[in-house]
């Protein structure tokens, strides 16, 4: 069968295309070996190699956390790559490697969390952690790194390093407590590092799964592993699970889950329940830790899809937004407050506190986020988008419009995005000093 | 004489241009033999090829391995190259589809016209649907269904024009060309809801398993965007029975890297 030739013409002959023998008779396309090739012994090499450079403007004056230095005009750049190895053998068992590396130029900041151990140093400092930074040039990083088993295709084990999917949130996930390295906001679509375990899964044909995780990661002896499990089950054309997380010494945390569509919409959410116990949040009039009280916390994350069709082009506009709530979740301007502190080492206690277990656009109560995209923008091989950020507390907000340009059939894609920090000096959004910036890239991938 | 002529006149105007209407089946004829013909009440396994070109800029070839499953019609694709697509996949049961994503581990739940793989690719376009029950004829002013004879090559066709029944369908209009002999359906072209041309396609070439005809062969042209073709091809058919647990999430994240 010669495909391109056909391809081949820029105009289209139907005398030509109609004049053979258009029946193929059935022994010469049957075959029973088809899907052979996915059982058969293979190792393959992927990946992608990004390049990009970033202009930030730069306020001293708005660094909460007095790491960007003075300059007001910052450029950095970076060159990483995921390389992936997929090795499979005989039997459906495979292995997987992901390896993210990274080269910084100008070099960057890397913050670390010190744990002191000398009480007399403790007592002077007043404080059991600092925070130190290096400056690195590049790293290199074991993102996933598993073997794929399975038993008779009843039982599927994966055993090793990797990311796990727990939740249905676009952005927040408040179910998801096993991976550790959390979304980024300005590149949903990066690869992020797993954790190390096994997860085991039992599915029941399409309509019903059972996972089970028993989480490694940082663990020495036995009772630091930590056990989630998670079923999943679908109604109609709603899909839902309930999971729960346990560690010795902690109480469980449980989760819901749910995503279906209704109308045109596609809509998502998830509930996480767990004990104050796991949140370390500041009192907002002392700025100490506040105490535990064995309170039970949730935190939701609700969020609807739509797509739309402009100029012909079906789908051409995806729309998404999402809602967070946060119960242990600061309800005051929290940053404006320590910024706002009198007493020098309070201040800068507290600040070291709050940095220690700052989770990125999720330590306050109430958060919303919308993700839109309009494909074929001006050119058939371009995409527009706008992606929003609010802390509906501190009104602070990130936004970041883009133009990603991906010359058909090809491997390429050139990226232009500007980010924008908007909100009031000590406001989470502008804590880290930028005020905006404006990033070109390159991807290819192979 | 001059009644003769009054008669004769009033025969061509009036039965003459009914006789030749009659010639033609009527449109929801071809469609439920169209229907039938493609019924294939079968599990089957087969190699899909997808080549896209665009004028002067080459090609581009995802490949790819599709399972069907015909007593809840299910289906499981899962994209075998390029290789940064390989293991990217969808599977669809009833009103649920999950489109798989490698880079982030992730089965989304989702609306069937969402895009795989990075191609112009639908999920739904897998989906087995019945012209039938999301086509109806289109009309003329007179009322009377649009629908003539005429020749795809040296091939004699009925052409016609169908409408959509609600808006589950990627062309709210759509023209046929089935062979005046089988019905088999030759060339359709696909219209947007404002009558803007958007799509030709040709099947080139089609098999016959267990009676029922099957296209393995295609081209589609992109009418919005000149230039733009795919050519599609289904290879390696086995009708073997499928086992069970090709259909779940597992099976495609283990086929995955």
């Not at chain 2, 581990?105 to 999920?123: L, P, V």
């Not at chain 2, 390696?236 to 086929?255: D, G, M, W």
């Amino acid at each position: 069968m010669n495909t391109v030739p056909v391809l081949a013409e820029d105009t289209t002959d139907e005398d030509q295309l109609f004049s053979e023998d258009m029946i193929v008779s059935e022994d010469q396309i049957v075959d029973d070996t088809t899907g052979d090739e996915l059982k058969q012994k293979h190792i393959g090499f992927s990946g992608t190699i990004n390049s990009s450079t970033a202009y930030t403007r730069f306020d001293p004056v708005y660094d909460l956390t007095e790491l960007g230095g003075a300059e007001a005009d910052q450029i950095t750049s970076q060159t990483s790559a995921d390389i992936f190895v997929d090795i499979r053998l005989q039997n459906w068992i495979k292995g997987f490697l992901s390896l993210g590396v990274n080269y910084y130029p100008q070099g960057v900041d890397e913050l670390n969390t010190i744990t002191l151990t000398d009480p007399a140093l403790i007592a002077e400092l007043n404080t059991d952690t600092l925070l130190v930074t290096n400056k690195k040039y590049n790293d290199i990083l074991i993102k996933e790194f598993f073997i794929d088993a399975n038993w008779k295709n009843k039982v599927y084990f994966r055993t090793g390093k990797q990311l796990l999917k727990w939740g249905t949130g676009y952005f927040w996930n408040p179910t998801d407590l096993i991976n550790i390295d959390r979304k980024s906001f300005l590149d949903m679509a990066r690869v992020r590092e797993g954790v190390s375990g096994t997860k085991i899964t039992i599915p029941s044909g399409i309509k019903q799964n059972t996972y089970f995780f028993i989480d490694m990661n940082d663990t020495t002896k036995l009772s630091d592993i930590s056990l989630a499990g998670k079923y999943e089950f679908l109604v109609k054309n709603t899909e839902m699970s309930f999971s729960i997380w346990a560690k010795n010494g902690y109480h469980p945390v449980y989760g819901f889950d749910i995503s279906g569509n209704i109308f045109t919409l596609d809509y998502h959410g998830e509930i996480g329940l767990a004990n104050d116990e796991r949140y370390n949040a500041l009192n907002y009039d002392t700025l100490g830790i506040k105490p535990k009280t064995g309170e039970m916390i949730s935190q939701v994350s609700f969020g609807l899809s739509k797509s739309f069709d402009y100029g012909e082009v079906k789908d051409r506009i995806n729309v998404t937004g999402e809602f967070f709530y946060n119960q242990a979740g600061y309800d005051k301007d929290i940053i404006g407050r320590i910024a706002s502190e009198s007493n020098p080492e309070t201040k800068k206690t507290a600040q070291g506190l709050y940095l220690a277990n700052y989770q990125p656009y999720s330590n306050s109560k109430y958060y919303a986020a919308f993700f839109g995209a309009i494909n074929k923008f001006i050119v058939s091989d371009m995409t527009f988008s706008m992606n929003g950020l609010i802390n509906l507390v501190d009104n602070s907000a990130v936004l970041t419009t883009g133009i990603a340009y991906n010359p058909a059939l090809t491997d390429i894609v050139i990226n232009f995005n500007i980010n924008s920090y908007l909100g009031a000096q000590n406001t989470e959004a502008t804590m880290m000093g930028k005020r905006w910036d404006v990033n070109v890239g390159a991807q290819i991938s192979f | 004489m001059k009644k003769w002529l009054i008669t004769l006149v009033l025969i061509a105007a009036v039965i003459l241009p009914n006789m030749a209407w009659a010639a033609a089946p009527k449109v929801n004829t071809i469609l439920e033999a169209i229907d039938d013909m493609f019924d294939l009440k079968t599990d089957g396994t087969a190699k899909f090829t997808f080549t896209q070109q665009k004028a002067g800029e080459g090609v581009k070839k995802y490949e790819g391995i599709y399972y069907r499953r015909d007593k809840d019609d299910s289906f499981l694709m899962v994209f075998t190259l390029p290789e940064v697509e390989k293991g990217n996949g969808v599977l669809k049961q009833g009103e649920n589809m999950w489109l798989y994503k490698r880079n982030t581990r992730t089965f989304q739940h989702i609306a069937r016209d969402e895009s795989i793989a990075g191609t112009d690719a639908k999920a739904g376009d897998f989906e087995k649907k019945k012209l039938t029950e999301t086509y109806k004829p289109a009309l003329d002013a007179a009322g009377k269904e649009k629908i003539t004879a005429t020749k795809l090559g040296d091939i004699p066709v009925y052409q016609l024009e169908i409408t959509a029944k609600n808006d589950d369908v990627t062309y709210p209009k759509q023209i046929f060309w089935v062979r005046q002999d089988n019905f088999l359906l030759l060339k359709s072209q696909g219209y947007s809801l404002s009558g803007t041309l958007m799509n030709t396609s040709y099947n080139l070439k089609f098999t016959q398993i267990q009676g029922k005809y099957l296209v393995i062969k295609s081209m589609y042209i992109d009418e919005f965007e000149k230039g733009n073709k795919t050519l599609s091809d289904i290879s390696n058919i086995s009708i073997q029975k499928i086992n069970e647990h090709v259909f779940t999430k597992a099976y495609l994240e283990n086929l995955s890297k």
